[in-house]
């Protein structure tokens, strides 16, 4: 079933790119599309809007009848990307400069805005009964909202000196958890209407598997590393308030504690190796690492088990999309 | 007539601030609550949705309808508050510090991004029909998404060596128009319906309004000038391109372009009120007061025939705003 998802994401990631250059067209001298296509062209595999049309159609609906909202989908993601990098001051992204480095913050801000409008366009264009259609937009205002809390809590952990592992979480459930249920959630509704006991759980599994995902990426940085080369700890540089910064905060004395905090607040190119090695030392020193991998792996045991609860027949869309998600993981 | 509108939007904005305390409680531990409300605070007199308000009791219609889009075309005022504010570098509101100023870029640009949620959740909830709802909703966004590009030409047009007034006037029609319309439309829409020869025609009063009033705005601060101590040309020092501006960029010599767009693209604090007055004379040399002066009446002329032709019983609420609206420009 595995390679069904991959080849689905394949055939419906080119109906997504097409419907993409319908609604934001990339060649206007609007000062607009220049921006946010440098943006788009340094790529984005459409992983997210495609979940939405496979649930949708695993679930005996027409996804077409779903695209926009897939759509809509990919673009908040862009939106966000482009408010992000400039919210963490991320100057390269895949190998490009980032929209407010080329562009300007000025533009950069107003481009994301610009792709939040046609986002909801989007929704509001697509050709489905207008009930369906208010329950879409509800869900994707709900995701757009609560991402922008998460982000809130993730913009203002990094200096916190009582940042928690429930902190984490919710910032985590937050700021990842709606945004991983959302597609499914729609591509449901649409199949489905808006059954409250299949919504609300499809709801539940984005929360424990937006955190078990997010604990693993945040052990890969420790084990196999992130970016090129493998380099180990990347996200201590960044000042990631990551899982494993959390626990660690939690058990430190009061020494340990100062060290990672100063070590997380500083500038990326000002955090020395050694910097990143002594945090190391710390998480070892409470066991982080396994805690983080047991906790992540008791995350993803429920995730299958709340799967098992959804009232509906043809879930295993659900655990293939659970299985190939925690694949793309490790 | 006029004491009417001040009246109204006075009982309105009670109602408008009462409901904005439900959507965007102000004292939650979230760290969105105090950047937002640390703007909110700063004042505004709710003429937006109070406009909204009018039109639609004038027309008929039951104003309750209408509170919750009205207060969603305040959040998105308040929302452009915030991220304009970054984007031009402006660093005082109303006598307070600018919210990226006081919490940083970052909690700025995300603030801003949650009022926009919130604003959309605001319609979402509101007790009407969906097809109704759905209209707002599209109304909503439209006029959300062309500010957005209207300030995506403005951004850049400063520095822009073959700026002009078509391009001055498609700036304003969208960065203005729509936003003034807006309100009206939804009015008229709770009140009547969509109903295509009506609301045609306002969003058409907005895109004559828009450029009227901008235009008096930019004559203003050569005239009686902005802010405190009525001090003459500040919109010269912050590097506007005003009316003024475009009008005489289009007639200058080589020699005056090059130091009008010299003097344009200068921070604030460096501009010397010589170089001020500089700009003044090259405007009156090529007598873009007067020419401006005469553009705007023609503007606000058109604006009253268009409101005869407005296919509605009572649209003299329609005129009496536009006196309003006039009013305060003078």
């Not at 400039?86 to 400069?97: A, F, K, N, Y």
């Not at 409008?117 to 995701?143: D, G």
Request: glycine fraction near 8%; aromatic fraction near 8%.
């Amino acid at each position: 079933m595995q390679a069904d998802i991959e080849e689905s994401i394949k055939i419906y990631g080119k109906k997504i790119d097409e419907l993409l250059k319908e609604i934001i067209p990339p060649d206007r001298d609007d000062y607009l599309s220049e921006p946010i296509w440098h943006h788009l062209r340094t790529g984005g595999k459409r992983i997210r809007p495609a979940i939405c049309l496979i649930t949708c159609k695993e679930l005996g609906g027409n996804p077409d009848d779903a695209l926009h909202f897939a759509l809509a989908i990919e673009i908040l993601h862009n939106m966000f990307l482009l408010h992000d990098d400039i919210e963490d001051e991320d100057t390269m992204r895949r190998d490009q400069p980032t929209v407010w480095v080329k562009y300007g913050v000025a533009n950069a801000i107003n481009a994301g805005d610009y792709l939040l409008a046609r986002a909801y366009h989007c929704i509001l264009i697509s050709q489905i009964p207008s009930e369906r259609k208010l329950q879409l937009l509800e869900i994707f205002n709900l995701t757009y909202e609560k991402t922008v809390e998460g982000q809130a809590l993730d913009i203002n952990a990094r200096g916190a000196t009582d940042y928690t592992v429930e902190k984490y979480l919710e910032l985590v459930r937050l700021k990842t958890g709606y945004y991983l249920a959302c597609g499914m959630v729609g591509g449901a509704v649409v199949a489905l209407g808006n059954i409250e006991g299949t919504i609300d759980k499809i709801w539940a599994l984005g929360k424990l598997m937006g955190p078990a995902f997010q604990i693993k990426d945040d052990l890969i940085d420790l084990t196999v590393g992130k970016g090129r080369g493998g380099v180990i700890g990347s996200d201590i540089k960044e000042g990631k308030a990551s899982f494993l910064y959390a626990y660690t905060l939690e058990l430190a004395n009061n020494d340990d504690k100062a060290s990672l905090i100063g070590i997380m607040t500083k500038q990326r190119e000002e955090t020395t190796d050694d910097e990143v090695q002594y945090v190391l030392n710390i998480y070892n020193k409470h066991g982080a690492i396994e805690h983080a991998q047991k906790y992540a792996d008791d995350l993803i045991k429920q995730t299958y088990d709340i799967i098992d609860e959804i009232p509906t027949d043809n879930k295993a869309v659900f655990r293939d999309i659970a299985n190939f998600m925690a694949q793309r993981m490790t």
